[in-house]
């Protein structure tokens, strides 16, 4: 049996990049990702296709620098962010765009040639690249997935792993689940967020937290699990579930506003930056908009945006197939679940606290993202942390996997129909959440009668878990029976111990130091 020197997990941005950066390295390499169900050719679709901002990276020169963009994503983060994480990550932001650039991404251009630049909410000036208009993330995709395709180099398999295989509590390969085991020196998680453990959602069906499941059944550590973002701008419609459209926040940034049916303004009086600020604050101002008045929606007035058709085809053809135009209509939306800003613990270097197990991209938590994260600052992250996953793999080439599939954990618990999950965590872990509210999400998370979504419960569970722990408001955690203003600094920590496979939490500093049991 081939051994891989890395064998990634996953088919969007973060692995894509570690699979391409791999080969340069000279490691050998396969990506295992689900299959499409329409077409079995090609890996089932990942966030990274529907992200539509863009890359934030500081352009030093023109008006930005890195300290900018660090004190920018520090602010929106409300004081969670790790410092040293915030820095090293927006620092290698240039070479990202290079990295993708260099892989065939045709950003935009503005008239003199230069990288078109927008802005989103938090940030202070222009710093967002972006391809296609609002076609970012569809772009990156369809490059990085045609380099790698067209890289005899590198094996893509279609499959859905199960476990990460351990010797001796470190990670060895993985296996998928017809039981086959694909050997490699260092694993790479690389699946992406959790946004579809909610009824409605900017994320593929796909996104279930997948990745948080693997790490925590292989003894690694997760935190900030609370801090689920939820984009203030997803397209309503009626009854509508599953993935919906998101209607970019670059929109605002070139000038669109958001707005109740009779044209007042949402963020008015919210914040300095009014549309433009944090994410946290405007799905916020949007939920609360809502809940006063009973609407089923707010509104997005983007009609005063110049050459709105030319500049956003994605939300343009996507509202217009709901017979609205946005050209000359408000465009209803609500807040919808987005972006995972906890995850796997990782290190700068993406290792997590198992030997030979490494994580990139929206499954890990490294610090960057605090409890909001700045916006398009996950792409740029994506790839500098696919790229450093190879880096330390690369250090680490001298493990022998056995020959045959080791032990693995399958101590897996009680699932319960996803739709019951999807429900649970609608009605108890929304923007707005409470104690009480929490505690019915798990006690029907955990109401059983279905095996086969072991993962996405347990995944939901340590999601619920995290957001009992911290009775504090913070970022895009908000908690309407809040106790008074906690500690920034204390970060909690989840892993499965005991024979039972029981989630025990800690806390820790944010910038790792381990503080004590819960
Ligand atoms: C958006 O385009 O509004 C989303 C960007 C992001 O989530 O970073």
């Given at each position: 049996m081939d051994v891989d020197d890395l064998v990634v997990v996953g088919a969007g941005v973060a692995g894509l990049t570690a699979a391409l950066h791999a080969v340069e390295r000279g490691l050998s390499v396969s990506v295992v990702a689900a299959a499409d169900a329409r077409d079995g050719s090609v890996p089932a679709a990942t966030s990274t296709a529907y992200a539509q901002g863009g890359m934030a990276a500081f352009a030093p020169g023109r008006g930005d620098s890195l300290d900018a963009h660090v004190a920018d994503t520090l602010t929106a983060a409300a004081g969670h962010a790790d410092l040293a994480a915030v820095r090293s990550i927006l620092a290698d932001g240039p070479a990202a765009v290079d990295f993708v650039a260099g892989h065939g991404l045709a950003f935009d251009r503005d008239p003199s040639g230069d990288l078109a630049r927008t802005r989103e909410g938090g940030h202070a000036v222009r710093r967002i690249v972006h391809a296609g208009g609002d076609a970012t993330g569809a772009h990156l995709h369809a490059a990085l997935w045609s380099a790698v395709r067209h890289d005899p180099r590198i094996r893509v398999r279609r499959a859905v792993v199960r476990d990460v295989a351990m010797v001796d509590g470190r990670a060895v390969g993985v296996v998928d689940a017809d039981g086959q085991f694909l050997p490699a020196r260092s694993v790479v998680l690389a699946t992406g967020g959790l946004g579809?453990?909610?009824?409605?959602?900017?994320?593929?069906?796909?996104?279930?937290?997948s990745g948080v499941a693997l790490a925590l059944r292989a003894g690694a550590t997760v935190a900030d699990l609370e801090f689920v973002q939820f984009h203030p701008t997803m397209l309503f419609t009626p009854g509508a579930g599953g993935r919906c459209l998101l209607i970019t926040e670059a929109l605002r940034g070139e000038g669109a506003r958001l707005v109740h049916a009779d044209g007042a303004s949402i963020t008015a009086g919210v914040h300095p930056l009014g549309d433009l600020a944090p994410r946290d604050v405007v799905a916020s101002a949007a939920h609360h908009a809502m809940v006063s008045t009973g609407a089923p929606c707010v509104f997005l007035d983007a009609r005063d945006v110049p050459d709105l058709a030319r500049r956003f085809p994605t939300v343009t053809t996507g509202v217009r197939a709901t017979g609205i135009d946005p050209v000359r209509d408000l465009i209803p939306v609500v807040p919808g679940a987005h972006y995972?800003?906890?995850?796997v613990l990782t290190d700068l270097r993406a290792r997590t606290d198992v030997p030979g197990l490494l994580a990139a991209g929206?499954?890990?938590?490294?610090?960057?993202?605090?409890?909001n994260r700045l916006a398009s600052n996950s792409l740029t992250e994506a790839v500098v942390m696919g790229v450093r996953a190879v880096e330390t793999a690369s250090e680490d080439l001298s493990v022998t996997p056995p020959a045959a599939v080791p032990q693995v954990r399958h101590d897996r618990g009680p699932g319960t129909p996803a739709a019951v999950i999807r429900a649970a965590m609608t009605a108890g872990a929304g923007i707005d959440r409470d104690a009480v509210a929490l505690e019915n999400a798990l006690a029907a998370i955990d109401s059983g009668g279905s095996a086969d979504t072991a993962d996405m419960a347990l995944v939901a569970r340590a999601v619920v878990t995290a957001a009992l722990l911290r009775t504090e408001s913070r970022g895009c955690h908000r908690r309407s029976d809040a106790v008074a203003s906690g500690d920034a600094d204390a970060t909690f920590t989840l892993r499965l111990d005991g024979a039972g496979g029981e989630l025990t939490a800690s806390t820790m500093s944010r910038d790792h130091a381990p503080v004590a049991a819960v």
């Open positions: 579809a453990l909610w009824t409605s959602t900017t994320n593929p069906p796909s996104s279930v937290g995972h800003c906890g995850g929206e499954v890990a938590r490294t610090g960057l993202h605090g409890a």
